[in-house]
């Protein structure tokens, strides 16, 4: 570029010392293949010559750190809004097919705790940014400004391309549903918003190199991070008015502490059975000495309730603070451990306080 610059400003001075004309040196210029635009920054209207503008400013650490993170953060934000969303339409919409996990468990923490600690960053970042080359510390024009953004343009356009190829292959292959299509929805939106903002950015900083402006929208950016501010509050709270609050995640984690245990001593007594030919008098028969207690409840910790019934039938019982996810759907069974034993043919859904599961201990075939 510099080189460049000094060919035309040689170039203009020799002739315009030779006496011509500025309409002779432009049409010279454009004759030997010079663009307008290139050749007008360097001719006035008049016989004067126009200084050309200045070089692109070359980026300093600073600039590439915050504009690093500014983009860094942007892609960690966009894949946590993406993520948030994708819970709540399978919250909305669950996989009748797929199985039980895909229903009762809808992942909001991942994408909260990457929307939470990456969006505001970014927002300061770019505040800040944007204060910068209000004040002149730094400059739009810079090249790794419009590296990064062009990078940038390059993932949210791949990003877009496979989400139509793959929206396209399951067409073809009749998986098409309405979860499916909200999913696809949501990458398309927010990779064409990133698109959109990035290539008018774009056309902006080119603006402002020519000298125009003022012909662009005053608080473009202002008006951007404005709405990506309210769509991730939006996001944040239909996410946690779904999940529940921090306390009802405790008890959740504790009821799946329980429940595991449970499943644990529902395969214990499937092996003692196996062995002995006869039902466990009580849980601590189980140990066979090389454990003295058994699972206990992670909050009273008291040990769970053993009762034999008839024949081989017995319950297991403990007492769940929260409601399982999918109570209203008791035909669909939760997985236990012991796979020898039918792992498969027992519901583990329970309601909140004392629940006790009619089981029965199986020959292994």
Known sequence: ?????????????????????????????????????????????????????????????RDIFFYLLAFFTLAISAVGLGGVIFAIINSYFPDLVVGWCYRCQANFQTPLASLVVAAPVYLFVMWKLQRDISRGLSDSRSRIRKVLTYIALFLASATVIGDIIGLVYNFLAGQVNTRFILKVLTILLLGAWIIWYYWLSLKLDDRAERGSAATAPRHFHRYQALAFAVVCVIAL???????????????????????????????????????????????SSLTQGYKPVGPQDPTSAQPYE????????????AVFEAEDP???????????YGPAYGPYDVNWTHPSGRHCFNLEAKRPK
Not at 22 to 43: C, D, F, H, N
Not at 271 to 280: F, N, V
Not at 306 to 317: D, F
């Open 1 to 61: 570029m510099k080189q460049t610059n000094e060919q035309l400003v040689d170039f203009v001075a020799k002739a315009r010392a030779a006496g011509k004309s500025t309409e002779l040196i432009r049409g010279l210029l454009l004759k030997s293949g010079w663009a307008a635009e290139q050749v007008a920054p360097y001719l006035g209207s008049g016989d004067e010559l126009v200084p050309p503008p200045p070089p692109p400013p070359k980026s300093s650490g």
């Open 237 to 283: 709270v239909s996410g946690f008015a779904l999940m529940g609050s921090p306390v009802e995640q405790q008890k959740i984690v504790r009821d799946q502490r329980r429940l595991s245990d449970l499943q644990v001593l529902h395969s214990s007594i499937q092996e003692y059975y196996a062995r002995e030919q006869k039902m466990p008098p009580d849980l």
């Open 306 to 317: 053993y009762m034999a019934g008839q024949g081989s039938a017995y319950q297991l019982c």
């Open 326 to 336: 999918v109570i209203s759907d008791l035909s669909a069974p939760r997985p236990a």
